[in-house]
């Protein structure tokens, strides 16, 4: 106990918590991991506290996951880059453990390393550890060698060289197939760092492996890999290699392989040039918004945005659009829903006369889906295809279908709905929504669901903060004070509700005026459930109002309440007049 | 595949009939002992490799087993497989641990209770040394990891007064002399060193009366830890649990759906099979069983109540309500009855090792399919045709929904299946073979085979008995063959590389070799 001074000691602390029975303290140990190194120095921390957390594997998951994360950043507090290599053995038996996530934890990690070491140390201490763990005895291992390779690669002489490429190769065709995914997973970055002409020969032997592989989870990932490795290849290279393997792919038996196509194939366009996306990457995608499976329309419909932007708006005229007219009208609402999200995307690729020539009936008959996830999808890209062709051609269709989705059986769809009135305020203008959309806005106030009561309160201060006070105070106020009287209290509850989020939007004036004198004379309801809200809400309006109100008209109010008979109303009027004490007091 | 090796090396012609002798017992009920209704083993599972076993029981307890005989040599077992002289060993299995699986639950908003009883095991891949396995109840399925823990005991504390000056005279009264009012440990509340900065500054050498915490004790012992809960999928009751190939996905079936799970992602599934009609009114066919393919990863195959297996491929669609390939046997002409229904259904299918044959039980017989022919089953082999005039007592006391699994050998030749009076029954399958034995779960497995009952005063008693629901009285039949209802043999597995079965009598595993 002597040989620790009084400002060691939370170190002291820190460093015997590393083995405590409690989770929480070792996690805390192990997050503070550098403060630790600190306190011993750099050659101890090497000398002493790295061996000790190598022998010390056997930690829960969580301890793990922190002490892989925390020695990724260790290389100052190690004595720097030369001595870099000291870190891999406890991040090397990390890399091995069975919890995938501490798994990845350590590979980024020793990436994260192995990106600053010196040349000479990579060779002498971190390619061996990438062959030591390809050659597990675990296949965990195993999984965690093929994240390490385009770290390892650059830096090995040729012969190395040769030898790493085996090793993946091997990696590829291992019989477990985690390690072959694995493998297919980290085949695009090690790809980027091998030379052109192995690059075309061993890596595109592997990559054949892998899309011939029989477990469907592994081509899954290979599919992934055509993008990247394309990205890499010429033109003309990619044309020869990728290209027929993705046209494969796109009629895989597996739906699962397809859908993943349906998700890439935009990206292998540019990779591929012009003429073979033309000839071969449209009819296959063409193919795959045709796909049998609608998993398959769903991911294929999803990117018909992206994949148009690629084309020239005639061939995504000729050959896209109809397929997206087909699509608008599938069987299954989630394909229609998915190309809803995307198809107003459609409008500036295409241009203004083809959009209201061929997208214009699109989305009016989307408008009219019997799906309301697919009218909620139109409606909230709206702002898209306003700047192309203006709203007004689709203003008469609109207007139903907002007032449907508004009148929705599901509350959650009517909830969705009141989120975007403030976009289609702003694109439809203040004389649109004055004549149509008021009367919704007032009705949702009334909603028998306090969910949509409570957005349409939020949504009235959204519509004030849109078309300012002035408009406000004309056109939505009135109408929202009317209802302090509803016989229903819950209704002048959200009624309270909206004026206290009014208040700060509407400024101090307008508040004093309009607002204030209605809050008041709601202290007197019958109710004690109103009567604490106005509490709350005098509360809430103490920062916006003037002292002189506050004095005048608030705390005699308030004073008031806190007599009340009702136990909950005394409560809140209280708190209430504290900060109004405290505000008087700062001031 | 090792079975289809196998099966090439064994000689022309059917195999000679194994001699089944016993070979160990746990959990043995002595004399008089009353079976606890917890006790009562509900699943049995070897693991790939056999060296592993495990049992569930109702009261929600997974128990492993490890196997003994191999662990001793230095030799892999595969060679061991290899060296062609009569096997001298037979897998002999100990205790190895267990840990209480599953809780009871009541599900509040049903108002249902939820059993505790585990009602399938299945192993999942092992690594480091660490055991995987998913275990499920009524409706939750959980993954388990068993690994060995270093028990540790630490020393060396900066803190530890005892340790740190060693003269015994402060002894044990650390919190007595700390400058600050703090616990050793770091018990205190006030956790001093979260004000530590990073810019708290150290000299540059460290600080050399500093010391780490020294590992003393390397003992281990086996901890289970539950690594994820899958909840919240099922409407109805879990009957199967499937691992698939990949080794990153499972299937778990109820009597409506199957779901399709990742390991790692305990909080979604994916629905490929529902069988639920838009109107209850029109259910006539519930799934009773699923199992994954053994090495295709997108088949699987399920069973119904109404006597048929569908062979799927996930492959074809997200919803595999139609199935790739239907395996139903034609009803003989004339042989309705009122129960050729219920005795159709099957309780549990098994796929071959070699992927190409699945087991199949319904209530009297096994049947073997080969998944190329889907006219009808290889083969049927009667498991207890002596209980067909007793039908309608089954049927009045229930039995007649007893679940009886069943297996196969890893080298495809044999199949077993349990029955009544803790009897089971093996079959060769091997063509020509005409192998059919009958063993008793006891000490003297063939004890039924030399004995001749003769009690023919009671046949007539049991024929015009009274029938009770879950009658207790061993009944027997008109040839003199005792049986008992509640003696029933539901869960056996075979050993996948060796002629070794473990089966379940009540709460005692039973364990026999050839």
Same mark, same amino acid.
């Given at each position: 106990?002597?040989?620790?001074?009084?400002?060691?000691?939370?170190?002291?602390?820190?460093?015997?918590?590393?083995?405590?029975?409690?989770?929480?303290?070792?996690?805390?140990?192990?997050?503070? %991991?550098?403060?630790?190194?600190?306190?011993?120095?750099?050659?101890?921390?090497?000398?002493? %506290?790295?061996?000790?957390?190598?022998?010390?594997?056997?930690?829960?998951?969580?301890?793990?996951?922190?002490?892989?994360?925390?020695?990724?950043?260790?290389?100052?507090?190690?004595?720097?880059?030369?001595?870099?290599?000291?870190?891999?053995?406890?991040?090397?038996?990390?890399?091995?453990?069975?919890?995938?996530?501490?798994?990845?934890?350590?590979?980024?990690?020793?990436?994260?390393?192995?990106?600053?070491?010196?040349?000479?140390?990579?060779?002498?201490?971190?390619?061996?550890?990438?062959?030591?763990?390809?050659?597990?005895?675990?296949?965990?291992?195993?999984?965690?060698?093929?994240?390490?390779?385009?770290?390892?690669?650059?830096?090995?002489?040729?012969?190395?060289?040769?030898?790493?490429?085996?090793?993946?190769?091997?990696?590829?065709?291992?019989?477990?197939?985690?390690?072959?995914?694995?493998?297919?997973?980290?085949?695009?970055?090690?790809?980027?760092?091998?030379?052109?002409?192995?690059?075309?020969?061993?890596?595109?032997?592997?990559?054949?492996?892998?899309?011939?592989?029989?477990?469907?989870?592994?081509?899954?990932?290979?599919?992934?890999?055509?993008?990247?490795?394309?990205?890499?290849?010429?033109?003309?290279?990619?044309?020869?290699?990728?290209?027929?393997?993705?046209?494969?792919?796109?009629?895989?038996?597996?739906?699962?392989?397809?859908?993943?196509?349906?998700?890439?194939?935009?990206?292998?366009?540019?990779?591929?040039?012009?003429?073979?996306?033309?000839?071969?990457?449209?009819?296959?995608?063409?193919?795959?918004?045709?796909?049998?499976?609608?998993?398959?329309?769903?991911?294929?419909?999803?990117?018909?945005?992206?994949?148009?932007?690629?084309?020239?708006?005639?061939?995504?005229?000729?050959?896209?659009?109809?397929?997206?007219?087909?699509?608008?009208?599938?069987?299954?609402?989630?394909?229609?829903?998915?190309?809803?999200?995307?198809?107003?995307?459609?409008?500036?690729?295409?241009?203004?006369?083809?959009?209201?020539?061929?997208?214009?009936?699109?989305?009016?008959? %989307?408008?009219?889906?019997?799906?309301?996830?697919?009218?909620?999808?139109?409606?909230?890209?709206?702002?898209?295809?306003?700047?192309?062709?203006?709203?007004?051609?689709?203003?008469?269709?609109?207007?139903?279908?907002?007032?449907?989705?508004?009148?929705?059986?599901?509350?959650?769809?009517?909830?969705?709905?009141?989120?975007?009135?403030? %976009?289609?305020?702003?694109?439809?203008?203040?004389?649109?929504?004055?004549?149509?959309?008021?009367?919704?806005?007032?009705?949702?106030?009334?909603?028998?669901?306090?969910?949509?009561?409570?957005?349409?309160?939020?949504?009235?201060?959204?519509?004030?903060?849109?078309?300012?006070?002035?408009?406000?105070?004309?056109?939505?106020?009135?109408?929202?004070?009317?209802?302090?009287?509803?016989?229903?209290?819950?209704?002048?509850?959200?009624?309270?509700?909206?004026?206290?989020?009014?208040?700060?939007?509407?400024?101090?004036?307008?508040?004093?005026?309009?607002?204030?004198?209605?809050?008041?004379?709601?202290?007197?309801?019958?109710?004690?459930?109103?009567?604490?809200?106005?509490?709350?809400?005098?509360?809430?309006?103490?920062?916006?109002?003037?002292?002189?109100?506050?004095?005048?008209?608030?705390?005699?109010?308030?004073?008031?309440?806190?007599?009340?008979?009702?136990?909950?109303?005394?409560?809140?009027?209280?708190?209430?007049?504290?900060?109004?004490?405290?505000?008087?007091?700062?001031? | 595949?090792?079975?289809?090796?196998?099966?090439?090396?064994?000689?022309?012609?059917?195999?000679?009939?194994?001699?089944?002798?016993?070979?160990?017992?746990?959990?043995?009920?002595?004399?008089?002992?009353?079976?606890?209704?917890?006790?009562?083993?509900?699943?049995?599972?070897?693991?790939?490799?056999?060296?592993?076993?495990?049992?569930?029981?109702?009261?929600?307890?997974?128990?492993?087993?490890?196997?003994?005989?191999?662990?001793?040599?230095?030799?892999?077992?595969?060679?061991?497989?290899?060296?062609?002289?009569?096997?001298?060993?037979?897998?002999?299995?100990?205790?190895?641990?267990?840990?209480?699986?599953?809780?009871?639950?009541?599900?509040?908003?049903?108002?249902?209770?939820?059993?505790?009883?585990?009602?399938?095991?299945?192993?999942?891949?092992?690594?480091?040394?660490?055991?995987?396995?998913?275990?499920?109840?009524?409706?939750?399925?959980?993954?388990?990891?068993?690994?060995?823990?270093?028990?540790?005991?630490?020393?060396?504390?900066?803190?530890?007064?005892?340790?740190?000056?060693?003269?015994? &005279?402060?002894? &044990?009264?650390?919190? &007595?002399?700390?400058?600050?009012?703090?616990?050793?440990?770091?018990?205190?509340?006030?956790?001093?060193?979260?004000?530590?900065?990073?810019?708290?500054?150290?000299?540059?050498?460290?600080?050399?009366?500093?010391?780490?915490?020294?590992?003393?004790?390397?003992?281990?012992?086996?901890?289970?830890?539950?690594?994820?809960?899958?909840?919240?999928?099922?409407?109805?009751?879990?009957?199967?649990?499937?691992?698939?190939?990949?080794?990153?996905?499972?299937?778990?079936?109820?009597?409506?759906?199957?779901?399709?799970?990742?390991?790692?992602?305990?909080?979604?599934?994916?629905?490929?099979?529902?069988?639920?009609?838009?109107?209850?009114?029109?259910?006539?066919?519930?799934?009773?069983?699923?199992?994954?393919?053994?090495?295709?990863?997108?088949?699987?195959?399920?069973?119904?109540?109404?006597?048929?297996?569908?062979?799927?491929?996930?492959?074809?669609?997200?919803?595999?309500?139609?199935?790739?390939?239907?395996?139903?046997?034609?009803?003989?002409?004339?042989?309705?009855?009122?129960?050729?229904?219920?005795?159709?259904?099957?309780?549990?299918?098994?796929?071959?090792?070699?992927?190409?044959?699945?087991?199949?039980?319904?209530?009297?017989?096994?049947?073997?399919?080969?998944?190329?022919?889907?006219?009808?089953?290889?083969?049927?082999?009667?498991?207890?045709?002596?209980?067909?005039?007793?039908?309608?007592?089954?049927?009045?006391?229930?039995?007649?929904?007893?679940?009886?699994?069943?297996?196969?050998?890893?080298?495809?030749?044999?199949?077993?299946?349990? &029955?009544?009076?803790?009897?089971?029954?093996?079959?060769?399958?091997?063509?020509?073979?005409?192998?059919?034995?009958?063993?008793?779960?006891?000490?003297?497995?063939?004890?039924?085979?030399?004995?001749?009952?003769?009690?023919?005063?009671?046949?007539?008693?049991?024929?015009?008995?009274?029938?009770?629901?879950?009658?207790?009285?061993?009944?027997?039949?008109?040839?003199?063959?005792?049986?008992?209802?509640?003696?029933?043999?539901?869960?056996?597995?075979?050993?996948?590389?060796?002629?070794?079965?473990?089966?379940?009598?009540?709460?005692?595993?039973?364990?026999?070799?050839?």
């Amino acid at each position: 106990m002597a040989m620790i001074d009084e400002p060691l000691y939370p170190i002291a602390v820190l460093i015997d918590e590393l083995k405590n029975e409690d989770i929480q303290l070792r996690l805390n140990s192990i997050r503070r %991991l550098s403060t630790i190194a600190r306190a011993l120095g750099e050659e101890r921390t090497r000398k002493e %506290l790295i061996p000790f957390l190598s022998e010390n594997n056997d930690d829960d998951d969580e301890v793990l996951l922190a002490m892989a994360e925390e020695l990724g950043v260790f290389i100052p507090y190690v004595g720097g880059v030369e001595f870099a290599n000291v870190l891999l053995p406890p991040l090397e038996t990390l890399c091995t453990v069975e919890e995938t996530c501490v798994r990845d934890k350590a590979v980024e990690s020793l990436c994260r390393i192995g990106a600053q070491m010196r040349e000479q140390d990579l060779v002498e201490s971190f390619i061996p550890l990438v062959k030591r763990l390809a050659a597990g005895e675990w296949f965990t291992a195993r999984v965690s060698s093929c994240g390490l390779f385009h770290i390892a690669y650059p830096s090995a002489p040729d012969a190395l060289k040769t030898e790493l490429r085996a090793i993946y190769s091997q990696l590829c065709q291992d019989d477990m197939p985690m390690v072959r995914r694995s493998a297919a997973t980290n085949l695009g970055k090690f790809a980027a760092t091998v030379e052109a002409p192995h690059l075309k020969v061993d890596i595109m032997s592997m990559f054949d492996d892998l899309t011939q592989d029989d477990q469907d989870s592994v081509r899954l990932l290979a599919v992934e890999g055509c993008a990247a490795l394309g990205k890499l290849l010429e033109s003309p290279d990619c044309v020869a290699h990728i290209l027929p393997v993705i046209v494969n792919f796109s009629q895989d038996k597996s739906w699962r392989v397809r859908y993943m196509v349906a998700n890439q194939l935009y990206e292998l366009c540019e990779a591929v040039g012009p003429e073979p996306t033309r000839s071969d990457l449209v009819p296959a995608y063409v193919r795959l918004l045709r796909d049998n499976e609608a998993e398959v329309r769903i991911a294929a419909a999803g990117k018909v945005t992206k994949f148009c932007r690629i084309l020239s708006p005639e061939l995504a005229i000729q050959h896209i659009l109809p397929c997206v007219k087909e699509l608008s009208t599938d069987s299954s609402q989630h394909v229609r829903s998915a190309l809803a999200s995307v198809i107003m995307g459609m409008a500036p690729v295409l241009g203004k006369d083809a959009t209201i020539e061929q997208l214009l009936p699109i989305f009016l008959s %989307l408008l009219k889906d019997e799906f309301p996830d697919v009218r909620l999808n139109i409606i909230s890209k709206l702002d898209q295809v306003n700047q192309v062709i203006g709203i007004d051609l689709l203003s008469q269709s609109l207007l139903p279908a907002i007032v449907e989705l508004a009148e929705d059986r599901h509350w959650r769809v009517r909830l969705a709905i009141i989120e975007y009135i403030p %976009l289609l305020a702003s694109q439809l203008g203040v004389g649109f929504f004055d004549d149509k959309l008021g009367a919704l806005c007032m009705q949702w106030l009334k909603d028998k669901v306090y969910s949509i009561r409570d957005a349409a309160a939020n949504n009235v201060k959204r519509l004030a903060e849109e078309f300012g006070p002035q408009w406000a105070m004309q056109h939505i106020v009135p109408q929202v004070l009317d209802m302090i009287n509803n016989p229903h209290y819950l209704y002048r509850m959200t009624i309270l509700h909206a004026i206290s989020l009014l208040a700060p939007v509407m400024g101090p004036e307008i508040t004093c005026s309009n607002l204030l004198p209605l809050v008041i004379n709601a202290s007197k309801d019958r109710v004690p459930n109103i009567k604490f809200n106005v509490a709350k809400v005098l509360q809430s309006l103490i920062p916006i109002v003037d002292q002189s109100v506050v004095e005048k008209t608030i705390r005699p109010c308030l004073v008031e309440l806190s007599e009340d008979p009702d136990v909950d109303v005394r409560f809140f009027a209280g708190q209430a007049l504290e900060s109004s004490d405290q505000v008087m007091m700062s001031s | 595949m090792n079975g289809g090796d196998e099966v090439v090396a064994a000689p022309a012609g059917p195999p000679q009939p194994l001699d089944w002798k016993f070979s160990q017992v746990f959990g043995e009920r002595t004399a008089g002992e009353e079976v606890q209704e917890v006790d009562i083993i509900s699943a049995i599972e070897f693991d790939k490799t056999g060296d592993h076993l495990a049992t569930g029981d109702r009261g929600g307890r997974v128990v492993l087993f490890e196997r003994t005989d191999t662990k001793d040599h230095g030799v892999p077992r595969r060679d061991l497989e290899r060296i062609d002289y009569p096997i001298c060993r037979h897998p002999e299995f100990r205790y190895k641990t267990e840990f209480q699986s599953h809780e009871p639950e009541f599900d509040y908003l049903k108002s249902l209770e939820i059993e505790e009883k585990i009602n399938k095991i299945r192993w999942c891949q092992t690594a480091n040394g660490a055991l995987f396995l998913l275990s499920t109840n009524d409706k939750t399925i959980k993954f388990w990891k068993v690994q060995e823990k270093k028990v540790k005991k630490i020393s060396d504390m900066n803190l530890d007064p005892s340790k740190a000056v060693g003269n015994g &005279s402060i002894a &044990s009264s650390s919190n &007595s002399c700390s400058p600050k009012p703090c616990v050793a440990n770091g018990g205190s509340p006030d956790r001093s060193y979260n004000d530590l900065g990073n810019d708290f500054s150290f000299p540059p050498g460290g600080v050399a009366s500093l010391r780490l915490p020294v590992v003393t004790s390397l003992e281990t012992n086996l901890v289970a830890r539950c690594r994820r809960v899958y909840a919240h999928a099922h409407d109805y009751h879990i009957n199967s649990i499937s691992n698939n190939s990949d080794g990153e996905t499972f299937i778990s079936a109820d009597d409506l759906r199957i779901n399709l799970w990742n390991l790692e992602i305990s909080n979604q599934s994916f629905n490929i099979v529902d069988v639920k009609p838009a109107n209850m009114e029109d259910l006539t066919e519930v799934i009773t069983s699923a199992e994954f393919h053994p090495s295709h990863c997108n088949m699987l195959a399920y069973s119904s109540s109404k006597g048929s297996i569908r062979l799927i491929d996930l492959r074809q669609s997200a919803l595999c309500d139609s199935h790739a390939k239907l395996f139903e046997e034609p009803e003989a002409p004339g042989s309705r009855s009122f129960f050729t229904e219920i005795i159709a259904s099957i309780s549990d299918i098994k796929f071959a090792k070699d992927g190409r044959y699945i087991l199949s039980r319904d209530y009297m017989t096994l049947k073997l399919w080969d998944i190329n022919m889907d006219s009808g089953p290889v083969a049927t082999f009667q498991v207890h045709e002596y209980l067909r005039p007793k039908l309608c007592d089954l049927y009045e006391n229930d039995s007649i929904f007893d679940k009886f699994e069943c297996c196969l050998s890893g080298d495809g030749l044999r199949v077993a299946t349990g &029955s009544y009076s803790n009897l089971f029954r093996v079959f060769g399958c091997a063509p020509g073979s005409t192998e059919a034995t009958t063993l008793e779960a006891s000490k003297n497995p063939m004890r039924r085979q030399v004995q001749t009952p003769s009690r023919p005063s009671r046949s007539l008693s049991s024929i015009t008995r009274v029938v009770r629901r879950g009658a207790e009285a061993p009944g027997v039949d008109a040839n003199g063959n005792s049986f008992d209802f509640t003696t029933k043999l539901l869960h056996l597995a075979w050993h996948p590389t060796e002629n070794s079965i473990a089966c379940a009598a009540a709460n005692s595993l039973y364990m026999y070799y050839a």
